[in-house]
């Protein structure tokens, strides 16, 4: 079966560059053998979280289906004050058990690399027991970009490439062990907890 990837892009720009490497990188997953699906926040925004949200109203229901249909997730985002956008950071407050056993890669549009925004989405993501590949993809759209809005970075190219096959390779491996460890009786497993 092919590994089931989600993308969220949650920049707040109608043309974003972050969001635009997102589609990118999905339609090389594609080719990679996964099936994809986008989660665009700018088009489809969810509420801001409450602890009394109920999952089937206004947009959260869409974007609970689709994490729940995922077998790993792509974050996107673009480097606020060294941090992810707020409509990301509210996306992720939603989730918590839905994240466990998924891998996750990270993609940030930065003029300064945005390491410290792909650490504060591992740690968020580390914290609800999800997996997360041990390198992200940071653009630079005034050097990676030419006016038409094309990919004139070879080394990125080749990143992007690398990225979506180890997506699928590791997510595959790390998907498939965490559902045969639910479905089993093993108990020295962190999927103990979340067997129903």
């Given at each position: 079966?092919?590994?089931?990837?989600?993308?969220?892009?949650?920049?707040?720009?109608?043309?974003?560059?972050?969001?635009?490497?997102?589609?990118?990188?999905?339609?090389?997953?594609?080719?990679?053998?996964?099936?994809?699906?986008?989660?665009?926040?700018?088009?489809n925004?969810v509420?801001?979280?409450?602890?009394?949200?109920?999952?089937?109203l206004?947009?959260?229901?869409?974007?609970?289906?689709?994490?729940?249909?995922?077998?790993?997730?792509?974050?996107?985002?673009?480097?606020?004050?060294?941090?992810?956008?707020?409509?990301?950071?509210?996306?992720?407050?939603?989730?918590?058990?839905?994240?466990?056993?998924?891998?996750?890669?990270?993609?940030?549009?930065?003029?300064?690399?945005?390491?410290t925004?792909?650490?504060q989405?591992?740690?968020?993501?580390?914290?609800?027991?999800?997996?997360?590949?041990?390198?992200?993809?940071?653009?630079?759209?005034?050097?990676?970009?030419?006016?038409?809005?094309?990919?004139?970075?070879?080394?990125?190219?080749?990143?992007?490439?690398?990225?979506?096959?180890?997506?699928?390779?590791?997510?595959?491996?790390?998907?498939?062990?965490?559902?045969?460890?639910?479905?089993?009786?093993?108990?020295?497993?962190?999927?103990?907890?979340?067997?129903?």
């Open positions: 079966m092919p590994l089931k990837v989600l993308g969220v892009g949650s920049s707040m720009r109608k043309d974003s560059f972050s969001t635009e490497t997102l589609k990118i990188i999905l339609d090389k997953v594609n080719k990679n053998d996964g099936d994809t699906r986008l989660l665009n926040l700018y088009s925004p509420p801001m979280y409450t602890a009394e949200f109920n999952e089937k206004g947009g959260i229901k869409h974007a609970v289906e689709l994490v729940n249909w995922a077998d790993a997730i792509i974050l996107a985002t673009p480097d606020y004050h060294g941090s992810m956008a707020g409509s990301l950071k509210n996306f992720l407050d939603y989730f918590w058990a839905e994240f466990a056993g998924k891998t996750f890669g990270y993609l940030c549009s930065s003029h300064e690399k945005g390491l925004v792909m650490d989405m591992r740690t968020a993501i580390r914290q609800c027991y999800g997996w997360s590949l041990p390198y992200g993809i940071s653009i630079n759209s005034s050097q990676d970009f030419n006016k038409d809005r094309e990919i004139i970075n070879e080394r990125l190219l080749g990143r992007l490439e690398s990225f979506a096959r180890d997506l699928v390779v590791y997510g595959s491996l790390i998907s498939n062990q965490f559902k045969k460890d639910l479905n089993s009786t093993i108990q020295n497993s962190y999927a103990v907890h979340y067997r129903k």
